[in-house]
Nanobody, 123 residues
Framework: QVQLVESGGGLVQAGGSLRLSCAAS????????MAWFRQAPGKEREFVAGINWSGSRIYYADSVKGRFTISRDNAKNMVYLQMNSLKPEDTAVYYC????????????????WGQGTQVTVSS
């Protein structure tokens, strides 16, 4: 079992930065592929970034490529999403997810989810 808790969300002006954290508990965290998804009001949940167990494979959605950085620290059971140059379109609830397979961009491939953290970017 893996439990995930996100933190670090908040209100920021366009062009600003935030770092989201995902704290994991439970066994075998380091063996999981981790990902960030987001969901804005009235929209479907969308993939943001993913990272495999070793960090050797990383994938970003085109909308965040070059602005966001996903990383993990297996020794600390933590996953991070550094978000720079934030835009109003980044406003959403951000979710941390864990899965057993290579990075996938669909939510049904992930087994565990956090409760989400709100990110609001103002113009």
């Amino acid at each position: 079992q893996v439990q995930l808790v996100e933190s670090g969300g908040g209100l920021v002006q366009a062009g600003g930065s935030l770092r989201l954290s995902c704290a994991a508990s439970g066994r075998t965290f380091s063996s999981y592929t981790m990902a960030w998804f987001r969901q804005a009001p009235g929209k479907e949940r969308e993939f943001v970034a993913g990272i495999n167990w070793s960090g050797s494979r990383i994938y970003y959605a085109d909308s965040v490529k070059g602005r966001f950085t996903i990383s993990r620290d297996n020794a600390k059971n933590m996953v991070y999403l550094q978000m720079n140059s934030l835009k109003p379109e980044d406003t959403a609830v951000y979710y941390c997810a864990a899965g057993q397979y290579n990075i996938q961009t669909t939510g049904d491939m992930y087994d565990y989810w956090g409760q989400g953290t709100q990110v609001t970017v103002s113009s």
